[in-house]
């Protein structure tokens, strides 16, 4: 952990500037500029004196535990429609990026299909919700229903397909995140 850059963003956070900041410890500015370039360390007490004019705490600031959501709604779903390829795709998990794996819900209209994904590390997934899908990996092609799903590692350049006349509906994840 950087100290100092750490206490820049508190800082920065609740609207300080450096001098203001060191007013408020009785420091000097270029005593607080130092601790943020992580040129100097302050003391425990000076330390604790300056996180509590920033508001926090010697606890507080050295929990690195980060709240974990764990439901997520359709207001936290991000889509995206590509009228090119027919297809809708919504993202499920906000920033799955950050995550190992990366689910998508993808909607393809008739003659619809995902965007062919080059060959990657990883893994990938998928629940067919309902119409009929064709999964396209290298040369070959296979093909899923709604209530089955596919699996397969992404080592050929790979994607899917709308194998019928109506709409289908993909639960889609794969890693790492790819989308």
Not at 46 to 56: F, N
Not at 138 to 165: C, D, L, Q, V, W
């Amino acid at each position: 952990m950087k100290i100092g850059e750490k206490i820049k963003l508190l800082r920065i956070t609740n609207g300080l500037t450096q001098e203001e900041l060191a007013n408020r410890c009785e420091l000097t500015k270029g005593f607080i500029s130092q601790v943020e370039r992580d040129l100097t360390s302050p003391s425990i007490a000076t330390l604790v004196d300056i996180l509590e004019c920033l508001g926090t705490n010697l606890k507080d600031f050295f929990n690195e535990t980060i709240e974990e959501k764990i439901v997520f709604t359709k207001k936290d779903f991000f889509t995206q429609e590509d009228e090119e390829n027919k297809n809708e795709i919504h993202w499920i998990v906000p920033n799955a990026q950050k995550n190992n794996m990366e689910p998508i819900l993808i909607i393809l209209d008739e003659a619809g299909s995902s965007i062919p994904q080059d060959p990657h590390e990883g893994e990938e997934f998928g629940y067919v919700i309902s119409g009929s899908i064709f999964i396209h990996i290298g040369n070959k092609k296979f093909k899923a229903k709604k209530g089955e799903s596919f699996y397969f590692r992404p080592s050929r350049t790979h994607f899917i397909s709308n194998a019928g006349k109506s709409k289908a509906k993909v639960l889609w994840i794969c890693t790492p995140p790819s989308f």
